[in-house]
């Protein structure tokens, strides 16, 4: 385990050198009084089991992903595999009929999901800009109709074989994701030092990571931070990423 930078947005001014100095140290931060309504989470996650609970081949319908789409085992273009299965969808163009069994109520509460999660990351993106002194270029990028900003949502069912790759080791390449777990262990980071560490779980908060896109920005102060999944032979997990 590892004391992951906690940031309290109701405490502005902390906030913003507490996001920054997370960004040069771990690449990684858990952000507390985020103001999103956990009736809205439930909602969502609520939902989105009920997806990865279809008979498999009422889940292959919306798939394969190209890039969108439902997938399963396979996570990359380089033949990567894992013990997961996904959902990963644009966050601004929801193409429905592409996707037959994604429930009605899904998308609704998807969409709504989607544009609170930006609207906070876009806050967190204006305290870092307005933290280093460079405007507020980067939450603009976000907000933008054209960003290619994009909703996915990974399920790791229990795995026979206790820590099981569920997925392999990676950075992100955009500018900065968010993401939301149910209360099961599993995600790892990379620290400085080339160790790996466990991030305790907490269903009630929302967890930043910082993108290689977000790295080059200032120069390489930032970390992008490298992070990969673990499997749990017991629970289940899902994790939400607006990426």
């Known amino acids: 385990m590892v004391d992951i930078p906690v940031v309290d947005l109701s405490d502005a001014i902390s906030a913003k050198k ?22 809205l989470v439930a909602m969502l996650e609520s939902e989105a089991v009920k997806f990865f609970t279809l008979p498999q081949h009422e889940k292959d319908r919306s798939g394969p992903p190209s890039p969108f789409g439902y997938g399963n085992t396979r996570i990359g273009p380089n033949s990567d595999t894992g013990w997961v299965e996904y959902l990963l969808l644009s966050s601004l163009k929801f193409h429905k009929t592409h996707f037959p ?19 906070l990351l876009m ?36 795995c026979p074989a206790l820590n099981k790759i569920g997925f392999g080791e990676h950075t992100d390449p955009q500018i900065m994701s968010v993401l ?33 896109s977000l790295q080059v920005i200032p120069n390489g102060r930032f970390k992008s931070v490298k992070h990969r999944v673990l499997t749990n032979c017991i629970k289940s997990r899902l994790v939400m990423m607006v990426l």
């Open 180 to 212: 939301r777990s149910f209360d099961a262990p599993g995600l790892q980071i990379c620290l400085k030092n080339g160790s790996w560490a466990s991030v305790p779980s907490d269903p009630n908060a929302f967890y930043f990571a910082v993108g290689d």
């Open 123 to 158: 806050r967190v993106l204006d305290d870092i800009c307005e933290e280093l002194g460079i405007g507020t270029a980067l939450s603009g990028l976000i907000g933008d109709e054209r960003s290619d900003s994009c909703f996915r949502v990974n399920h790791y069912p229990p």
């Open 18 to 39: 507490l996001i920054v100095e997370a960004c040069k140290e771990f690449g990684f931060f858990k952000v507390i009084s985020n103001g999103i309504s956990r009736e």
């Open 101 to 119: 069994t994604i429930s009605e109520p899904f998308w609704l509460v998807m969409g709504e999901y989607t544009s609170a999660v930006k609207e």
